[in-house]
């Protein structure tokens, strides 16, 4: 392996060199414009093929991928996009230079493949950082080359010029900061504080919301405008549930109440298995993975985990429910009343009864207490025999 | 049998309200009796051939007026079963059981020219636009005493029973929006313009249009509210009879107008501070009788009385 301090070559350049048919580019432009229709400036344009002019412009940018705590599941989310395939992406599009689990050297040849694509890149490239990175004890439950991975990370975003945390162990913390949280995992922007750090969180993220990134970057030197939470607002804009293709059952109330039961054969809405769809910001329900129309989890009956948001996935359990923040109506009708304030004679008849009888109630009641003369009668009594009594009583 | 000072003026003063509150109530009368028309009322048409119950209105409405929203039924779903403290717009569905043809009902407040609820209004918390018509709402003054709900044949104003200081709810065509010169919330989302804003006379010569286009088409060829109950500014088309989606036969004499001496024995709350000032009085008299009767037992006797 060679590494040249040349500048490197355009994408258009270097896919016309290697023959890579100009119709795939567009196809990929394509996905591309679908994955980022507003906020990114390479691909607010009228047609794919402005797009491809554009990023055909770009030198290819050069990437360097490092991996903690993590499953591998967002490499796997790159290797299966079929437009452009895995080849395609690492020699034509971008500059894949360091990637432990795609690069064929290992060991002592593998550090210095990295340190040496650190150095030939030094401040320009793009750090891609996938899964959590373990701080607890001095960060040893994780360690690259016997040096903590906390201490890799370092170094290296320190020479970074974008850092793209992929996923959402990256992005904070993920499924090994889940309670207990053993390692102490943390996302990256705990670690790197005096650096933007660009979260791409899911699990996995859609593989076209970082290649726009690095796109953006690579062509504009610019990063694209973010939320509170430091995600892309162009991918991270939508909520699962107002784009959901299964919205119709539930504003009809179709609901799913068990795996496998008639509504769940029949598409019905997820949202009482705990689908946290309601809460969940995410392109998922109108960007499916590996171009596969309902390849995303709704769309193959699992309820969504919210893996987008840091307080939902790992966080709340799965069949919980969320709260509907934004309730708009269902599709049913409430019934015009016609006949509110009748009275009918039935219902007269059943007040008169019960009304004379309380009526009648009380007048006997009433009869039973003593009238006024009975009352001084007795108290005239009273006083007469107490006075007899005792005829001696100073009177008070 | 000798008064004291302070039972005399009380008893002065609980005798005198009644009758002060009695003569004040016909002179306060006497200055509102024909309500002003409004210069240049403007109003609403909706047309329920048009309405396809899309519902946008609703959040719409909910959105523009700030409204929580009613997830009562199932803790999902916007879906309130009638006008409520958090609905002021809704739509409804007439769905007959035979095969007669269904349709949809758009209810919200009816602006009446002369309207009931104003006349019951104690304390003018609502009032009658004198530029516009609409019939607005003061919440300073509301008292939450539900006249106006009792009094409107719509049965639009709706009470806000889970206060603790409750008023009461009810739609003032988007007043503020108006004010700032946008249409009402409702007849600017309505996809198919079902629901429409303009002056009443524009509508009405409007609606007229449209049932002379299609003279079967809409019921009895006419359209409600240009003199229901003396005339409202949301007028209705429709090709299903009024009294099916809601709209009750009022005649055409205002309300108001039926309720000559009604509305003034409550006008300032009268009739009620009346009898509880009578019923004040009465108390007071029996308590100073009784007291009486006390006194002179304690001197024929030498006791106090034992009651």
């Known amino acids: ?396 | 049998m000798e008064l004291t000072r302070r039972e005399a003026l009380l008893g002065v003063v609980s005798r005198c309200v009644p009758v002060a509150a009695a003569l004040a109530v016909p002179a306060a009368e006497a200055a509102e009796e024909t309500p002003s028309q409004p210069k240049a009322p403007v109003g609403m048409l909706y047309d329920a051939t048009l309405c396809i119950g899309c519902k946008a209105c609703v959040v719409a409405c909910a959105e523009a007026n700030d409204l929580p929203r009613d997830v009562s039924l199932d803790g999902l779903h916007q879906a309130p079963e009638d006008l409520n403290a958090f609905t002021k717009n809704i739509i409804k569905l007439y769905k007959p059981t035979d095969n007669s043809p269904d349709s949809f009902v758009k209810q919200q407040c009816m602006h009446c020219l002369d309207p009931a609820c104003v006349a019951a209004c104690p304390f003018k918390a609502l009032w009658k636009n004198d530029a516009n018509g609409l019939v607005a709402w003061e919440p300073s003054r509301c008292i939450g005493c539900r006249y106006c709900e009792i009094a409107c044949p719509y049965h639009v104003p709706k009470f806000e029973w889970d206060r603790i200081n409750p008023k009461i709810v009810k739609c003032e065509l988007c007043r503020p929006r108006l004010a700032k010169g946008y249409e009402p919330a409702c007849t600017s989302v309505c996809p198919t313009h079902a629901v429409i804003f303009g002056p009443r006379e524009d509508l009405l010569h409007k609606a007229k249009e449209r049932i002379e286009q299609s003279p079967n088409k809409y019921f009895e060829n006419r359209v409600y509210g240009e003199h229901e109950a003396g005339g409202t500014q949301v007028l209705y088309l429709s090709h299903v009879p009024f009294e099916d989606i809601g709209l009750p036969s009022l005649g055409t004499e205002p309300i108001p107008a039926r309720l000559k001496w009604q509305k003034r024995i409550y006008k300032f709350l009268a009739l009620p501070l009346l009898m509880y000032a009578v019923l004040a009085s009465v108390m007071k008299k029996n308590w100073i009788d009784h007291r009486k009767e006390m006194l002179e037992e304690e001197r024929r006797t030498g006791l106090r009385p034992q009651l």
């Open chain 1, 1 to 396: 392996m060679t590494w040249s301090r040349k500048p490197k070559p355009t994408v258009a350049a270097h896919l016309k060199r290697c023959g890579v048919p100009r119709r795939d580019f567009l196809q990929f432009c394509t996905q591309l414009m679908v994955a980022a229709p507003w906020g990114l400036a390479i691909t607010e344009k009228a047609t794919a093929a402005e797009v491809a002019r554009e990023i055909g412009q770009a030198r290819r940018p050069s990437v360097i991928w490092l991996h903690f705590q993590d499953c591998t599941g967002c490499s796997e989310t790159l290797l299966r996009t079929s437009k452009p395939d895995l080849a395609d992406l690492i020699l034509h599009v971008i500059s894949l230079d360091y990637h432990e689990t795609l690069m064929a050297a290992c060991g002592h040849q593998a550090e210095a493949a990295l340190s040496q694509a650190v150095r030939n890149n030094a401040g320009k490239f793009v750090l891609v950082v996938e899964g959590s990175i373990p701080t607890k004890d001095q960060g040893i439950y994780m360690k690259l080359a016997g040096r903590p991975a906390l201490n890799v990370l370092q170094d290296v975003a320190a020479q970074a010029g974008a850092i793209i945390a992929i996923g959402s162990c990256a992005s904070w913390g993920g499924i090994p900061s889940a309670d207990p949280n053993p390692t102490g995992a943390v996302g990256v922007d705990e670690i790197i504080r005096n650096k933007p750090v660009i979260n791409l969180p899911g699990c996995p993220p859609n593989p076209y919301t970082l290649l726009g990134v690095v796109f953006q970057y690579a062509r504009k030197g610019t990063l694209p405008e973010l939320d509170e939470l430091h995600r892309p607002k162009f991918a991270y804009d939508r909520v699962i549930h107002d784009h959901c293709p299964r919205r119709a059952h539930f504003d009809a109330g179709r609901f799913v109440m068990q795996y496998g039961d008639e509504g769940h054969r029949h598409g019905w809405c997820l949202y009482k298995l705990g689908c946290k769809g309601p809460d969940t910001h995410a392109g998922c329900s109108t960007r499916h993975f590996n171009e596969i129309p309902d390849v995303w989890p709704i769309g193959i009956g699992a309820p969504c985990i919210g893996c987008t948001e840091k307080h939902l996935a790992f966080r709340v359990p799965l069949f919980e429910q969320v709260p509907i923040h934004d309730a708009t109506p269902p599709d049913t009708y409430p019934p015009v009343h016609t006949t509110t304030g009748s009275i009918s004679a039935p219902g007269v008849a059943v007040v008169s009864v019960i009304g004379g009888a309380l009526g009648g109630a009380a007048w006997v009641a009433a009869r039973r207490f003593r009238s006024e003369e009975e009352t001084a009668s007795i108290i005239k009594a009273n006083l007469q025999s107490s006075q007899k009594d005792n005829p001696n009583e100073e009177v008070r």
